[in-house]
């Protein structure tokens, strides 16, 4: 498989209000690590060895960790799912404990650099009925983007409440558990990698590279990584993303307040206060990758503020919007591949065949 092969050249190269408060809490004791040590990730010597390896490749500057706290973060000290959901209501004034444990969320076997679980909660088909479309919702690619992570819960309330097997749901509410969990929470995961940039989009290791050095200046928040896939988080989500097979991806950020849209079918106008403004694709994106490269419709919702979660009103708005469109978007899909169906029937029966050069 393709990912797979990225993967390994990937090994070798390594290198609301909220509640009216922002209640951002120290989740660590002064001794611990800025990121908590966790879950088993391999008890071999050669992953050690290939962890080493890429945190050698990092440039210092950019390294969300020093060398020995990274490879330190490899002590098997496994983190349960009500380990992180703890540690999510302590770090998030809007996150509560009752929002996060017990609500069927589970390890779908993603982990971060320091081992931390990626948690997912699935909303699967209901009996005999067919969903509409299967439907990936991201949260929390970039660590300091807190409201991306908080809505994530709110709108997955909406869904233990009224799911109705509509759509094939699956929630990601933290892609990048590290970069929130640190004390100071940042964009970039613990080697100091933005994952929106690291996805396998063509000419990647040239076309990522130059536009860190030339666009951003080297800006360490916008550092795509030493190779594509490099990060343990972002080749967990292109295996995902090839094993689930979603319909529709729905990346949630902060804070430009605005939709942007990558993929082959019509882009959504508005959900809520939010308007679409497209911001173009960059190399190594989510929605360069999968909604370019890939054909699966990448809706981006960018909320007004990092820090500050959108009124219950308004999350309300958000998320009867978003269904309105992804039935609006099953519809244009079938419709499509109604019309390609035709199309290729007719070219079947119109095909002329040139006797003269048979035999």
Not at 82 to 110: I, W
Not at 138 to 162: C, T
Request: charged share 25%; with cysteine.
């Amino acid at each position: 498989m393709e990912i797979a092969r990225i993967k390994a050249k990937s090994s070798r190269d390594n290198g609301e209000h909220v509640l009216n408060r922002v209640n951002i809490k120290q989740c660590f004791k002064p001794k611990q690590l800025a990121v908590s040590l966790a879950f088993v990730i391999s008890a071999s010597t050669s992953y050690a060895t290939d962890m080493q390896l890429a945190f050698n490749d990092i440039p210092a500057n950019v390294n969300g960790m020093s060398h020995m706290n990274a490879a330190s973060a490899l002590v098997e000290n496994r983190v349960t799912i009500d380990d992180m959901c703890r540690k999510l209501s302590n770090k998030l004034g809007s996150v509560r404990m009752s929002d996060c444990q017990g609500k069927g969320l589970d390890y779908a076997g993603g982990n971060s650099v320091a081992g931390l679980p990626i948690i997912v909660k699935e909303y699967p088909p209901i009996g005999d009925r067919k969903p509409l479309s299967r439907v990936l919702v991201i949260g929390g690619i970039h660590g300091d983007e807190y409201s991306s992570v908080s809505i994530m819960f709110k709108w997955m309330n909406i869904l233990n409440r009224f799911h109705s097997g509509l759509f094939h749901w699956k929630m990601v509410p933290v892609m990048n558990p590290d970069g929130l969990l640190r004390k100071k929470s940042q964009r970039m995961n613990a080697r100091g990698v933005d994952l929106n940039r690291n996805f396998p989009t063509p000419n990647w290791r040239e076309e990522s590279h130059k536009y860190w050095v030339y666009k951003t200046k080297r800006n360490p928040r916008r550092y795509p990584g030493p190779a594509p896939l490099s990060e343990p988080e972002s080749q967990w989500l292109a295996e995902y993303i090839e094993e689930f097979k979603p319909d529709v991806i729905v990346s949630v950020h902060a804070p430009f307040g605005i939709l942007d849209f990558d993929g082959p079918t019509s882009a959504p106008s508005k959900f809520g206060k939010l308007h679409l403004r497209l911001l173009g694709t960059y190399p190594g994106s989510l929605g360069n990758y999968a909604g370019k490269h890939q054909e699966i419709p990448v809706v981006t919702v960018e909320l007004p503020y990092a820090g500050i979660m959108p009124t219950n009103r308004e999350i309300r708005r958000i998320w009867v919007d978003l269904v309105r469109w992804l039935r609006k978007n099953a519809n244009e899909t079938l419709q499509q591949a109604e019309e390609k169906r035709k199309q290729e029937i007719l070219t079947a029966k119109t095909k002329v065949v040139d006797y003269s050069v048979l035999p």
